[in-house]
């Protein structure tokens, strides 16, 4: 209930002549809080000292200022005042004139009968109470609305979940002109050692203060509560919401005034309420980012792990073979990948090369990428290894099962190198074929070495033959993953445009082995595969796969 609905509105009266100010004030005075004045200059002092009244009556012809130039000038400053005016009959053009700017609400003629004044006051009474209380809903939709969006704006522009619940403090406590202000996060039903607050400049502190009495109340029911009690600064009023999001309570903020004089009205409450609601939907999504993003750092740090603990497993540094040189580089696409390479030197003297490709990418590539290693590993280090098919076929046995069951496959090229005898026994089981030139013909196109079988972990039993050579001096074998053949860089292309302009066109595409041979003579010799994957990488800005490459060269 509004102060219109309670105490006696104000009404003032002016007039010149002493007898009509005094009958309009015995008439009214029961019913109103009525104030006098004999001219416009003496309204104008009660007006300044008492403020909006609800109702003024002024005689139209005075000394000085008339009546309607009196009203107009008290239109700015209150403008939901009920004026009403008393006239003469021959001041009709003005009476006209005053109520076409509005500034009069009904005018009645000298003499005027008692009751038929009663009935306007009443009817003007009316129309102050609907103007007032549309003029104070508006007033509250606005407020309601600009808080709303000031702390939409906190939250928007907060970094963070700590800065989000300090902005929201800090706005509500000044937009209600707070002494002081208490935000407090509750996880799991229970209250957080964390606390956000308010104090205003003009608060002194106060060492007896203590919210958590109240704030407990809340926390058992989930409802507002209020409370008022008595510090050194005098009577302070206290106010306790919720900040609730599908019945979970997300926190409790305490409002302190210690200037109040009354209690928390409906109106504060509920708008405190309502911005609680609104910030309590903010609060819960913010910490369910702030959730993820934990989780993700989290993923992110054990990802890095795994990186490390899957570049541990592979070659750190590759072993010097008298009459050749290998050379080998791996790049996951992300953390961690399902690429490998493998340079084994068994006891007897040989030299085993293996490169691989797990399907997939991520983490399951990585986890089958570390078996097949511990298993390929195992295997070459047998006392007497068996052939590179024969050790295919193991590989496929031990890991099969799994494969298959989880829909994945591992394509891998294998292959013996002897240094006494220069011979090279390689099995492919679904690998991209090998290069193999000689740095005395790179203007030739180079042997590509073809005897393939079909992937591991496609069939429970894994058959194929095996190739054999023997390699010369000056000749290198090259073994990559798809990602480096797969690649899409920039290629130059030939058309009509470069007639016209001279200008040679390019396109995207992939690099494919034939592109890869175009790389390789150019590269300077002797070669290097950091320069080489250098090139690659340098016109293939989005990696899309993980690229291995190694080679083995003669000398």
Not at 344 to 354: E, R, S
Not at 395 to 407: F, P, V, W
Request: charged residues 20%.
């Amino acid at each position: 209930m509004t102060e219109t609905d309670v105490a006696k509105l104000k009404l003032m009266v002016v007039d010149d002549e002493p007898d009509n100010l005094e009958l309009l004030y015995r008439t009214f005075r029961r019913d109103f809080q009525v104030y006098k004045a004999s001219n416009a200059l003496s309204a104008f002092e009660i007006l300044n000292q008492e403020g909006e009244m609800a109702i003024i009556i002024s005689d139209q012809r005075m000394p000085n200022m008339n009546g309607t130039e009196f009203l107009r000038l008290t239109v700015e400053r209150f403008p939901d005042t009920i004026r009403i005016l008393l006239t003469g009959f021959t001041d009709v053009e003005d009476l006209v004139d005053a109520i076409n700017s509005g500034q009069v609400f009904k005018y009645i003629t000298k003499p005027w009968k008692p009751e038929q004044l009663r009935i306007i006051v009443q009817q003007a009474v009316d129309t102050y109470r609907v103007v007032k209380k549309r003029t104070q809903e508006l007033s509250r939709a606005l407020r309601r609305e600009s808080l709303f969006n000031a702390v939409t704006t906190a939250i928007q522009e907060s970094l963070d979940y700590s800065s989000m619940l300090q902005k929201i403090v800090a706005i509500i406590g000044q937009t209600f002109e707070t002494s002081y202000c208490l935000l407090r996060p509750i996880e799991n039903n229970c209250l957080t050692s964390a606390e956000f607050s308010y104090l205003s400049s003009k608060t002194p502190l106060c060492n007896s203060l203590s919210s958590n009495h109240l704030i407990e109340k809340v926390l058992e029911s989930h409802h507002y509560q209020q409370n008022q009690s008595t510090h050194e600064h005098g009577l302070c009023y206290q106010l306790a919401v919720p900040l609730t999001y599908q019945q979970h309570l997300l926190a409790v903020i305490a409002l302190f005034e210690w200037e109040r004089d009354r209690p928390w009205q409906d109106e504060d409450i509920e708008l405190v309420a309502g911005v609680a609601e609104q910030a309590a939907l903010a609060l819960s999504q913010a910490k369910l980012y702030q959730r993820l993003q934990e989780k993700q750092e989290q993923i992110r740090a054990e990802l890095e792990v795994a990186r490390q603990i899957q570049n541990n497993l592979l070659r750190q540094s590759l072993p010097e073979i008298q009459g050749a040189k290998v050379q080998a580089c791996c790049y996951p696409a992300r953390e961690v990948g399902g690429d490998f390479f493998e340079v084994f030197v068994h006891p007897q003297g040989d030299l085993w090369i293996a490169v691989g490709d797990v399907s997939g990418k991520g983490v399951p590539a990585a986890l089958f990428m570390a078996s097949v290693i511990s298993v390929l590993r195992r295997e070459l280090s047998q006392q007497t290894p068996a052939m590179p098919n024969a050790v295919m076929e193991n590989l496929n046995h031990a890991l099969a099962e799994d494969l298959i069951s989880n829909n994945y496959f591992i394509t891998l090229f294998l292959a013996r190198y002897t240094p006494v005898t220069r011979e090279l026994v390689y099995a492919n089981a679904g690998h991209i074929y090998p290069l193999l030139w000689s740095r005395k013909t790179l203007t030739q196109n180079p042997n590509y070495l073809k005897i393939r079988g079909i992937p591991l972990g496609i069939l429970p039993k894994w058959q194929a033959g095996f190739g054999q050579l023997f390699l010369t001096s000056g000749e290198t074998l090259l073994l990559t993953s798809d990602g480096i053949t797969e690649a899409t860089v920039l290629k130059n292309i030939n058309s009509l445009e470069q007639l016209n302009n001279g200008i040679k066109p390019s396109q995207r595409s992939m690099l494919n082995l034939e592109g890869l041979w175009q790389l390789l003579q150019q590269e300077t010799q002797p070669l290097s595969l950091n320069s080489l994957l250098a090139r690659i990488q340098a016109d293939n800005h989005i990696q899309e796969d993980d690229q291995t490459i190694l080679s083995l060269e003669v000398l």
